[in-house]
């Protein structure tokens, strides 16, 4: 389960665009007067007259799922999905209708709402984007849907070449990630895979503030090719990786007590430089 958001200012071209399709269905709608697109689009606008300085009142969302959950996806579950993922989003009391497309391979709705709700108020869509994310993750753990396979799984031949290079990038950041336990290891396992690691310090300082990662000729700042990899969370993550070598020592019949290697864990992260 995706979800991709959008705003706009036409209510008239964003419902066009998901009704009037041969496979299109409202499965799902409140407080609209259906009928043709232009009927609906003027229920909407009627409603945006409580609150006329709003730029940008129509929001568009579409909710994509993996073909693996398509027996499972009635009209009936699927509208169920749209609105759960809408109070969760925070976004209620307002007008909505949901339309279920059969056309792909990845069964799919769009939902489009008023951004202005039934009392005047402007919906938030502050942190929409990182919300939309946690409610996604939320209900695909509550009805077990299926999930992506993620940037691994994808087919870098039929990319563009800046985003060929990122996915390459990634799944070698990955692999390096998998044993090295120090930037320096880390660093060393990266250029044998053909990438470049340069840290971003502070000023005239040697305070690290970021890395960029370069692969053929391209540059990234680390979290452009995935949050994940920013300075601080791959520090966390070598940091993880040193605890674990710590635990699990070369003798067979020895082990050092966790709390030994967390103790070591703060004494390095006290020290806050870099080990090579």
């Not at 009037?20 to 909407?44: C, H, W, Y």
């Not at 209708?97 to 069964?107: A, D, E, K, Q």
Request: glycine letters at 6%.
């Amino acid at each position: 389960m995706i979800g991709k958001i959008k705003k706009g200012r036409s209510f008239g071209g964003c419902i066009r665009y998901v009704t009037q399709k041969d496979d299109a269905k409202i499965i799902a709608s409140e407080g609209v007067l259906l009928g043709t697109a232009e009927e609906m689009a003027r229920s909407f606008r009627w409603q945006c007259l409580l609150n006329p300085d709003v730029a940008k009142p129509v929001g568009h969302i579409a909710l994509s799922f993996k073909p693996e959950d398509a027996p499972r996806l009635t009209d009936a579950f699927m509208a169920r999905l749209a609105e759960e993922y809408l109070e969760l989003m925070g976004i209620r009391n307002t007008q909505f209708i949901v339309v279920r497309h059969h056309g792909t391979g990845n069964p799919h709705c769009h939902i489009v709402f008023n951004r202005v709700d039934f009392d005047g108020k402007v919906i938030s869509d502050s942190n929409d984007f990182r919300r939309n994310e946690r409610v996604t993750k939320m209900l695909k753990e509550k009805y077990s849907l299926t999930y992506s396979e993620g940037k691994q799984a994808v087919k870098t031949e039929k990319l563009h070449a800046s985003e060929r290079v990122k996915y390459e990038i990634y799944r070698a950041v990955k692999e390096a990630l998998r044993s090295a336990d120090t930037w320096k290891e880390f660093q060393n396992r990266l250029l044998k895979m053909g990438v470049e690691m340069e840290f971003k310090y502070k000023g005239n300082t040697n305070e690290v503030q970021g890395i960029r990662l370069i692969k053929d000729n391209q540059s990234f700042k680390g979290s452009e090719i995935d949050r994940s990899f920013s300075w601080s969370r791959l520090d966390a993550a070598l940091d993880h990786n040193h605890v674990l070598s710590l635990i699990h020592i070369s003798e067979p019949t020895r082990r050092t007590p966790i709390s030994y290697a967390v103790f070591c864990l703060k004494k390095k992260k006290k020290k806050r430089h870099i080990a090579y």
